[in-house]
């Protein structure tokens, strides 16, 4: 099997899977609108949405390519069964201890959310996030932390009208 059939298949798959997500999924788990603020449906539809319309660009991409006979050129070939030039490369293969540098502090995110509030979590996390990436300029880190934080809570709290999690700071 070939890298488009592999990623046309994949993409079909996610498309597949985001339609379910619009039509069943996300109509019968969401709760009612309660008439104020964003209805419980947006960001869910939004998020699956943009899923959608990404692996249908990509699936479009993958079959213009497959239809036109055209080959990926060897620099970008991701499986030693495609490398036509020096061999396999390291493209495409999952680094497990990088995973775990974001996955770890996500998943500390979501349980700290709760207890300390949206504010301080959200704070701690992009500082966490950015230090794991490489930052280490801690003024411009702790600024940026700030100013992204403000702005989400802003948008959740005043532009969707939905309370953000955890307890409330700024009440």
Known sequence: MTRIQRETIANLVIVGFCLVMLMWAIP???PKYPGYGASPRLVPNVAVGIMMV???LSLVRLLLARFAGKTLPPAEHHYPEEAQSTGFTQ???INLRNLA???IPSILLVVGIEDLGY???AFLFLMV?????GNRKWIQMTVLSIVVVAVMYIIMRYGFGVPVPGPQLFE
């Open 129 to 133: 996030l950015q230090y794991v990436i």
């Open 28 to 30: 019968t788990y969401t």
């Open 119 to 121: 504010v301080p979590t």
């Open 54 to 56: 990404m692996a249908g």
């Open 91 to 93: 493209i495409g293969r």
């Open 101 to 103: 540098l974001f996955m």
